[in-house]
């Protein structure tokens, strides 16, 4: 009788002393999507203002999804430093979201210097030079769709839609035809850059991305959303932070928003024609 005491006293011991296992997330816990942006040059830690108007628009266009945002984290400073660090982190949050959420849709994106992270990511080259890691190629199908905004790509060699082997056909890159980051010709102002791409393209590109997760068999996409594209956007909408020059105004006769892959509703813009290489300026340091 005292040896299966004994041998009772031990067993329940072990049956205390085992770890509960590690709960998994389950769907619940799960959102639909994840929208990874890397924000511009000496913005705030988040998703920048761009990023934020982005989501924002999503939302409204995809309504009932549960979505997500993360900023990337990196040293958004001057002369683009630390765009391989931002690669690095939306890399490792592409697998960690991935290993927790495998059925999770993940959007990418990036405004000024993001958009030049993202570029590294899906393994563009920027002027020619590659440096900083490049998603693997086994996390693509996770990437429902990729938008970029003021990217100096545009004026170093290609865009990211027509540049990325891996991710190109679910990218779609935005211009503002005054903006002298990634628009080579006349008719630039800095404005253009800092202030001309909230409402009109953040909501353009949110349709782009639902369009992609509709396709992807999540949510379903607004019908005519967003407003017409033409000349004369106006102010910006306020609410995403500080203004940082004076409000973007009118585009010059005939210039229309410059979109490298699939266009969001509304009729498709024409082409800006571009000013012969000799009479380009160089883009500045972002």
């Known amino acids: 009788m005292i040896t299966l005491g004994v041998s009772a006293l031990v067993i329940a011991a072990g049956l205390v002393a085992t770890p509960a296992a590690a709960p998994k997330a389950s769907a619940d816990d799960c959102p639909d999507v994840e929208?990874?942006?890397?924000?511009?040059?000496?913005?705030?830690?988040?998703?920048?203002?761009?990023?934020?108007a982005l989501v924002d628009s999503l939302r409204q266009q995809t309504g009932g999804l549960n979505i997500l945002p993360y900023g990337v984290n990196y040293a958004a400073s001057k002369l683009q430093l630390h765009g391989g660090d931002g690669a690095n982190d939306t890399i490792d949050r592409v697998k960690k979201s991935v290993e927790k959420c495998p059925n999770t849709k993940i959007v990418l994106g990036g405004y000024s210097q993001g958009a030049s992270v993202m570029d590294i990511v899906a393994?563009?080259?920027?002027?020619?030079?590659?440096?900083?890691?490049?998603?693997p190629a086994q996390y693509a199908n996770n990437i429902a769709a990729v938008v970029t905004f003021g990217d100096v790509a545009d004026r170093a060699g290609g865009s990211l839609p027509t540049k990325s082997a891996m991710l190109g056909s679910k990218a779609a890159d935005y211009c503002n035809p005054n903006d002298p980051i990634c628009h080579a010709g006349e008719g630039n102002e800095w404005s253009g850059h800092t202030e001309g791409y909230v409402p009109v393209y953040t909501t353009q590109a949110a349709a782009f991305v639902a369009q992609k997760l509709a396709a992807a068999g999540v949510g379903q996409q607004a019908p005519a959303f967003g407003p017409p594209?033409?000349?004369?956007?106006?102010?910006?909408?306020?609410?995403?932070?500080?203004?940082?020059?004076?409000?973007?105004?009118?585009?010059?006769?005939?210039?229309?928003?410059?979109?490298?892959?699939?266009?969001?509703?509304?009729?498709?813009?024409?082409?800006?024609?571009?000013?012969p290489a000799t009479d380009a300026p160089q883009a500045p340091l972002v």
């Open 123 to 135: 393994g563009v080259p920027i002027g020619g030079i590659s440096w900083g890691s490049t998603l």
């Open 35 to 52: 929208v990874i942006f890397a924000r511009g040059t000496n913005e705030p830690p988040g998703l920048g203002r761009v990023g934020d």
């Open 229 to 275: 594209m033409g000349p004369g956007y106006g102010p910006q909408t306020p609410g995403y932070g500080p203004q940082q020059s004076p409000v973007y105004g009118q585009n010059p006769p005939g210039s229309g928003p410059s979109i490298h892959g699939g266009p969001g509703p509304g009729p498709a813009p024409g082409p800006a024609v571009p000013a």
